[in-house]
Nanobody, 122 residues
Framework: QLTLVESGGGLVQPGGSLRLSCTISGDDAKYYAVAWFRQAPGKERVGVAAMSSIGGTITYEDSAKDRFIISRDNAKNMAYLQMNNLKPEDTAVYYC???????????????WGKGTLVTVSS
């Protein structure tokens, strides 16, 4: 069982950047795939990006391609989501998730953080 805590959200202007961080606590965290999801107001939570335990496999949803970068530092038990060229439609609560099975992304991730709010507005 893992504990995940997101940070780095906030208010940013359109075109700006933010880097979200996910602190992962628990045994053998480095063996877990990690992923980022988001939930916009009034909408369902959806996957944004995922990375396998050693980073060899990465998946980006269409909404994140060319603008977002997922990464992880297993030595620090951290995962990151670098978000560039942010748009108002990126406004959402962003969640970090982890699971031992990469194939469980996006529907069956078992470990979740509580989210961090990103607001893109001028």
């Amino acid at each position: 069982q893992l504990t995940l805590v997101e940070s780095g959200g906030g208010l940013v202007q359109p075109g700006g950047s933010l880097r979200l961080s996910c602190t992962i606590s628990g045994d053998d965290a480095k063996y877990y795939a990690v992923a980022w999801f988001r939930q916009a107001p009034g909408k369902e939570r959806v996957g944004v990006a995922a990375m396998s335990s050693i980073g060899g496999t990465i998946t980006y949803e269409d909404s994140a391609k060319d603008r977002f970068i997922i990464s992880r530092d297993n030595a620090k038990n951290m995962a990151y989501l670098q978000m560039n060229n942010l748009k108002p439609e990126d406004t959402a609560v962003y969640y970090c998730a982890a699971d031992l099975i990469y194939g469980n992304y996006p529907d069956y991730m078992k470990n979740w953080g509580k989210g961090t709010l990103v607001t893109v507005s001028s």
